[in-house]
């Protein structure tokens, strides 16, 4: 069976504003982590995906459907936005149930569904709670279950985590990894960590273009060699950042610790130290401002 998305020479426009240019990307089954900045077009690209954007310039097929074929192609995507909010003043069950009839599943397939996809985002037990009365992690996790509710292909997620605390956000992690065992599962972001853990292969946006694809390990391994760590004074630690780039750094009473990209070795005192994610986003944005 065909598990893939072919998106060819997409070119995505606002009126003058080019939102997408030239957008290539192939994406299988699995988690798909798709990173860039504020502004750099992820919510673009899932929109247009999720047929909710027509498409301006080129190809994209999901599952050897072309998106042209809007409905077919809805029926095979599950869409979590940015901004979820449902029906506030009804419960949980009650929202979910609404939300079957309005995609066609009947009284038996909603009876036998949405207990089992409750269950697995660990909201069962409050199903009977108000959608209003609900933390943001439960409100994400619901918007997960109505994403898919009609047992969806792929599922897109725009921007996850944000607002979430640390146990919500891997809870979160760990249930997009478990359905993305049977499906594509897109998740943009803009926080690094979102996806170290959990995508094998991603994207990076800038500015509307796709500025690095492939797996988590290759983009780490671009950066090594290239971070370094030293102890410094909170003084120096000015001098620095205007040369450098700093991936964190850490207080040590009047000194700090710092971890920053550099070429060669900057000065004596500063050690080569292995390459993170983090870091390897870092460099390769630092690439694209033309930085030193
Ligand atoms: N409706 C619109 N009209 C005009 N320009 C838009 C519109 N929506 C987005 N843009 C512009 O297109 C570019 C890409 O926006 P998009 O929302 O896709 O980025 P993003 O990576 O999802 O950012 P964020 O994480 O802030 O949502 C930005 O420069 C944005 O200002």
Do not use: W
């Not at 009365?133 to 918007?143: E, F, P």
């Not at 500015?207 to 102890?231: D, R």
């Amino acid at each position: 069976m065909n598990t893939e998305i072919k998106i060819r020479h997409l070119n995505q426009f606002y009126g003058q504003k080019q939102a997408l240019k030239d957008v290539d990307l192939t994406i299988g089954r699995g988690m798909f982590g798709l990173l860039g900045r504020n502004g750099a077009g992820k919510t673009t690209l899932m929109k247009v995906l999720a047929t909710l954007l027509p498409k301006s310039e080129g190809k994209i097929s999901i599952c050897g459907v072309p998106v042209e074929s809007a409905a077919r192609i809805r029926s095979m995507t599950g869409y979590l936005p940015q901004e979820f909010s449902m029906y506030p003043n009804m419960t949980v069950y009650e929202a979910m149930d609404y939300l079957g009839v309005l995609s066609g599943l009947s009284r038996e397939e909603r009876k036998s569904r949405i207990p089992g996809l409750l269950r697995k985002v660990n909201l069962l037990d409050d199903r009977k709670k108000k959608v209003k009365a609900l933390s943001g992690g439960m409100k994400r996790r619901l918007g997960i279950a109505q994403a898919i509710l009609h047992n969806p292909k792929v599922l897109i997620v725009d921007e996850p985590t944000a607002g979430l605390d640390p146990e919500e956000r891997v809870r979160f992690r760990n249930l997009l990894c478990e359905i993305a065992e049977e499906r594509i599962v897109i998740l943009s972001t803009h926080i690094v960590g979102d996806i170290e853990a959990t995508c094998e292969q991603i994207a990076v946006l800038n500015e509307g273009e796709i500025l690095y694809h492939g797996s988590v390990a290759e983009l780490t391994a671009m950066a090594q060699g290239k971070v370094y760590s030293a102890e410094i004074s909170r003084k120096e630690l000015s001098e620095l950042k205007k040369k450098y780039i700093v991936t964190s750094m850490l207080t040590l009473g009047n000194n700090v610790m710092v971890r920053f990209l550099a070429d060669r070795t900057p000065f004596e005192s500063a050690h080569s130290v292995e390459a993170g994610v983090e870091d390897a986003y870092m460099y390769l944005m630092r690439g694209e401002r033309g930085e030193e």
